[in-house]
């Protein structure tokens, strides 16, 4: 068997040899350099362009998504206050409606009291003039029965008869020359 110490001297002899791996060998430089040039080229032509491209497809639809949502959220604040003004726009129609109705519901009340009002003052008027008549008829009857009172006895105290017409001609006469306010009571 191979011992471990014989191993280890084999090796150490080996780099010796070649150099070390820490040692510049200018044939290894020039080829990492040239490996190295190589890949870079073939990197950007058919790694970093395909990325860089979906990149750059990746930040144009960011970009419209964020423009999309802009406009969504103008068009929203748009509708917003619309419906804002909608809204107020029906609050006044409301309140006007509302002031309208009160107005008219007070213009009802006040038409139908003065309505009342004046059936009132017709139907007091009416009464008035019904009782005026009334009064007139009564004056008219107590004079009549005081026309044929005082013939009664007119024609008691002459002794004397007077027809019925001459009799009343008399006592109209009597009674027209009397001051009117007698002829009132």
């Known amino acids: 068997m191979v011992d471990m110490t014989t191993l280890a001297r084999v ?17 290894t430089i020039i080829w990492t350099v040239i490996i190295f040039l190589l890949l870079m080229i073939f990197l950007g032509k058919f ?9 750059e497809e990746r930040e144009g639809r960011i970009r419209e998504s964020l423009e999309k949502a802009d406009k969504v959220a103008a068009d929203a604040e748009k509708a917003m206050a ?11 129609e409301m309140t006007e409606a509302m002031r309208r109705t ?17 059936e009132a003052s017709e139907t007091a ?3 008035r003039r019904q009782v005026e008549q009334e009064r007139k008829k009564a004056v008219e009857q107590i004079r009549a029965e005081a026309v044929d009172i005082a013939l009664v006895a007119a024609s008691h105290l002459l002794n004397k008869t007077l027809d019925s017409e001459d ?3 008399i006592v109209d006469d009597y009674l027209k020359s009397l001051p009117s306010n007698l002829q009132k009571h």
Do not use: C, F, N
């Open 125 to 127: 008027e009416q009464a």
């Open 82 to 92: 619309e419906q804002k003004a909608q809204l107020d726009q029906q609050r006044q």
């Open 11 to 27: 090796m150490l002899a080996s780099e010796e040899a070649h150099g070390g791996l820490m040692d510049p060998h200018t044939g």
């Open 47 to 55: 790694v970093w362009k395909p990325i860089l491209k979906a990149l």
């Open 167 to 169: 009799h009343r001609r």
């Open 102 to 118: 009160r107005e008219e519901a007070e213009k009802s009340a006040r038409e139908l009291l003065d309505k009342a009002r004046k």
